[in-house]
């Protein structure tokens, strides 16, 4: 069997960032500083409603310096840097987060998003599980840290925490679908990690099974077709893979077909209650 391709993770995502959208409770204090405190992060809060990261920032860090132990400024903060691509400006301040409030999953979870875009697998899984602790029926957490475990190739803990996540959701696609991905590539390992014919066949089987359940719930996505195919051709039914490959095509093809622009009559956008 040829490698997979990170091509073909094309549904692969890491679940987003939390942001925290409640402010702390002022009301009612006499503290000047805590109040305009309180108004710059409810006006982060809006810009970053309105996807304004930069403005968003602005008004974070003007909370944090009127109220320097302002662990949701430091969050939502955090959030945008990460929204912005500054990983280590994201993770400072996820960290102070942590920092001042120890038991903060959202801070830990977060910061584990950041770590593994980066690539700092062990420093995410940490983290993954340190909001699982602390949440122990936090479906996200387990489905990223499957990312990561995935990603390190540590494939039978990816598996494990993907099977958690579905326990949690069983209409969680993305689970099915990396839960697929990481039994591809566990029957592909080589070296220490080399599976038997027979754990070959298996992986094969459940990344078939998982599939067909990603498509019931997602029945467009090409490369979801295009796995599933690679999987019934190794585990010798080469119609069925024929089947898929024709279908991961032809979706491909209407994906490249330019769409008309709809008209004036048939606009989704938003309107006003």
């Known amino acids: 069997m040829s490698k997979i ?8 995502m890491v679940r987003p960032l939390r942001l925290a959208l409640v402010a702390l ?8 500083n805590l109040e305009r405190a309180r108004e710059e992060y409810n006006q982060g809060l809006r810009l970053a409603r309105g996807d304004e990261n930069h403005k ?23 959030y945008q840097y990460d929204a912005l691509g500054q990983p280590k400006q994201a993770i400072a301040d996820f ?46 957490a387990y489905h990223n840290r499957g990312n990561a475990y995935r990603k390190s190739q540590q494939y039978p803990l990816a598996f494990r925490d993907y099977t958690k996540a579905l326990e949690f959701n069983r209409n969680d696609g993305l689970a099915y679908y990396n839960r697929a991905l990481t039994c591809l590539h566990a029957a592909d390992a080589d070296g220490a990690h080399q599976p038997t014919q027979l754990q070959r066949q298996n992986n094969f089987k459940q990344a078939i099974n998982d599939l067909s ?32 490959f024709a279908q991961a095509k032809t979706l491909e093809a209407a994906r490249l077909v330019p769409q008309p622009e709809p008209s004036a009559a048939t606009s989704t956008g938003p309107s006003e209650p």
């Open 213 to 244: 359940d990603f498509l019931r719930l997602h029945p467009n996505v090409a490369s979801a077709y295009q796995l599933r195919g690679i999987a019934h051709r190794e585990n010798g039914a080469p119609k069925k893979a024929a089947d898929d």
């Open 5 to 12: 391709s990170s091509t073909t993770e094309t549904c692969r």
């Open 56 to 78: 968003a920032i602005t008004a974070f860090s003007a909370a944090i310096r009127l109220k320097p132990d302002y662990v949701n400024a430091y969050l939502n903060r955090g």
């Open 25 to 32: 409770a002022m009301a009612g204090c006499g503290d000047a």
């Open 95 to 140: 960290s102070m987060a942590i920092h001042l409030h120890a038991r903060y999953s959202k801070a830990y979870f977060n910061r584990g998003n950041v770590y593994l875009r980066i690539g700092k697998y062990k420093l995410s899984i940490a983290d993954f599980s340190q909001a699982i602790r602390l949440t122990p029926n936090d479906a996200e």
